[in-house]
């Protein structure tokens, strides 16, 4: 089954860029795979912030849209987030995951990203 595993989380200032990356491994077939980008701040739950289908259908949670983008490279097996104009509620440890079919059943470890001044 397919693995994940994410990099590029860190501390930013307000207003700064992150780019975080999701390689995939024991897989032959990634661009079969829907992506997303999950976050999960202390005491709240895990969220959707965004997604790529394998048809190329993207999609953007409200309080993201106009300040993230995600992307893939299916040579690479890889799928990216770019975060701009980062806020301090964009704090979270930000999960990637895959699916084949209906539900999000692959998942990375996780990587925190903190946005303080």
């Known amino acids: 089954q397919v693995q994940l595993v994410e990099s590029g989380g860190g501390m930013v200032q307000p207003g700064g860029s992150l780019r975080l990356s999701c390689a995939a491994s024991e897989t032959s077939d990634f661009s079969l795979y829907d992506m997303g980008w999950y976050r999960q701040a202390p005491g709240k739950q895990r969220d959707l912030v965004a997604s790529i289908f394998k048809d190329g259908f993207i999609s953007y949670a409200g309080a993201v849209k106009g300040r993230f983008t995600i992307s893939r490279d299916n040579a690479k097996k890889t799928v990216y987030l770019q975060m701009n104009s980062l806020k301090p509620e964009d704090t979270a440890v930000y999960y990637c995951?895959?699916?084949?079919?209906?539900?999000?059943?692959?998942w990375g470890q996780g990587t925190q990203v903190t946005v303080s001044s």
């Open positions: 995951s895959a699916r084949r079919l209906a539900t999000w059943n692959y």
